[in-house]
């Protein structure tokens, strides 16, 4: 899906790391923000989610993904993502793949503590997504 709305990465980028200040992180003390853009300019945002089971975990970029699905939004144009560090990280491949199930041509951007910001299209993290209409 093309993008149906003008993305703003500098609102989305304020409030993904508006988002991070609610991370539940006492274990890694990395707290991850996202804010999620839907293909009708709604934003949804997330933060990590730590448990002292460390599996039971999850990304930012599934709760922000995962509330939105609950709220009715399937269709998505952008994700921005902060980090804590000193350069911009990428979504984990669990996180790309799950987003990559509903907008596979949605833009990432990430942003940091530090000077730089990337940005990718999910094709280009994923390229060869996981798709059931593959099967």
Known sequence: ??????????????????????????????????ALLTANGRIFTGCNIENSS???????????????????????????IYTPTDAPTAPCGACRQVLAEFAPEMTIQSSCDGEDVMQWTLAELLPAAFRLDDR
Not at 3 to 11: A, G, M
């Open 1 to 34: 899906m093309r993008n149906c709305v003008e993305i703003d990465f500098q609102s989305l980028a304020l409030a993904a790391r508006g988002a991070s200040k609610n991370a539940y992180c006492k274990f890694s003390k990395f707290a991850v923000g996202t």
């Open 54 to 80: 460390y599996g039971l975990a999850m990304c930012a970029e599934r709760v922000a993904l995962y509330h939105a699905v609950a709220e009715g939004a399937t269709k998505f144009a952008a994700i921005a």
